[in-house]
């Protein structure tokens, strides 16, 4: 197959694990004879500094002509003082809306071998492998009026949460579809009990639900759900979810694999490319410092193969590549405690590629 991906490595981090997402799409390339055409842009910080704009428009349209994009993180305290709507992580906002992508996907898997990273117990942990499916672009994150106010005297706030059947519709169809695709079960978070929107949306679900006869779903109210995301996370398999809820469980979610250079994430819309993505930022930390651990640019590399090229045998030896690293024992210094060895950046990455070499 031959396809066209931008790559836009942004800031901190972001350029040194995308390096290494350059090398093992290489490595796909050659082991199962497709051609990726890839293109680099600037956004964020990155682009502030060359051309005064978080998200110039040549890299947009760099993004609208391709198969898919993946991408570093945005941020740092070099940019901090900048005004809002100059600020590296409007050009992330700026590049979703620019894409249409309206669901974020963020798969949670643990490994056992990593399981003394996370604060649960393993026993707890074992077998836990959910994907998190979140709204992207409505909700109380983008409802107008959004204002203060003064009401008599006394000085008021408000948010606006908004959403339109369609909206929903088209989230929850695909939280159905992949849930069809994996173990067959849809938990649905909403808060029913309050608010009419997801009262409305439990409608949407169970209307949906006819399509797909064979999925089992559950209605969770978005406490249980946060609880029972840590009591016994393995019960879950798709979450379907609105924008604000999903924004908090898949951070909490992803607390349950110890290190947040682990997950990876997709955002898709109904067409046009798909954006991939680490979930963590461009951690100033220890950027430069060949410390970034790479796997969740990696496993977002397998989810572009999915999602975007329909490439399923090579995402699957992607992960398989994946796992095999993990299983031999390397590590990057955030899965390690202070008295185990551990490899750099680039290391990670080789490591990674040898395996997909070896093992297809
Ligand atoms: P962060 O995710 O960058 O870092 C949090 C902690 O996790 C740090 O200690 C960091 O060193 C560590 N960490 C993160 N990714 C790692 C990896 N791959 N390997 C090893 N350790 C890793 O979050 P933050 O510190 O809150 O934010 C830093 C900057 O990133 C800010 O400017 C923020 O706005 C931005 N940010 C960007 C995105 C994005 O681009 N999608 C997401 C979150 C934060």
Redesign the pocket.
């Known amino acids: 197959m031959r396809a066209t991906l931008t790559v836009l490595p ?1 800031d ?2 972001g350029p040194e ?1 995308t390096a290494q997402a350059e090398k093992l799409l290489a490595t796909v390339e050659k082991v199962f004879s497709h051609e990726f055409h890839l293109s680099t842009g600037l956004i964020g910080g990155a682009a502030l500094d060359v051309l005064g704009t978080p998200l110039p428009d040549e890299t947009l349209n760099l993004c609208l002509h391709s198969d898919a994009v993946l991408l570093g ?4 305290p070099k940019w901090e003082e900048l005004p809002g709507n100059r600020r ?2 409007v050009g ?1 906002l700026e590049l979703r809306k620019g894409l249409g992508v309206f669901a974020n996907l963020r798969p949670i898997r643990v490994w056992t071998e990593l399981s003394a990273a996370s604060p649960l117990k393993p026993g707890v942990l074992a077998g836990t492998d959910m994907v998190i499916v979140r709204e992207l672009t409505g909700g109380l994150y983008f409802g107008v009026p959004r204002e203060r106010r003064r009401e008599g005297g006394e000085l008021a706030v408000v948010d606006t949460l908004h959403y339109t059947e369609r909206e929903m519709e088209r989230l929850i169809r695909l939280g159905f579809a992949m849930a069809q695709d994996r173990r067959g079960k849809l938990t649905s978070v909403d808060k029913a009990n309050v608010l009419e929107s997801s009262r409305m949306w439990r409608e949407v679900v169970q209307r949906i639900a006819h399509e797909f006869p064979e999925v089992q779903v559950q209605h969770m109210l978005v406490d249980s759900a946060a609880m029972q995301l840590v009591l016994n996370p393995r019960q879950f398999d798709v979450i379907v979810t609105e924008n604000l809820f999903g924004d908090i469980l898949s951070d909490e979610a992803a607390t349950l694999t110890g ?3 682990m997950l990876p994430s997709a955002s898709l819309g109904e067409k046009g490319p798909g954006l991939y ?2 979930i ?7 950027a430069g410092l060949n ?3 790479p796997l ?1 640019t990696l496993l977002s590399v397998a989810m572009l193969l999915r999602h975007s090229l329909k490439l399923n045998r090579e995402a699957e030896a992607v992960e398989q590549a994946v796992m095999s690293t993990i299983r031999s024992g390397y590590r ?1 210094r ?1 899965l390690t405690d202070s008295e185990q060895p551990w490899i750099g950046t680039q290391e990670m990455g080789d490591k990674v590629c040898r395996f997909l070499r070896e093992e297809v």
Do not use: K, Y
Request: no cysteine; charged share 15%; proline share 10%.
């Open positions: 942004g901190g981090i694990v993180a945005v941020g740092g590296p992580e992330l290190s947040i250079g993505e680490p963590h930022g461009s951690a100033p930390d220890i410390l970034a651990n969740a990057t955030d």
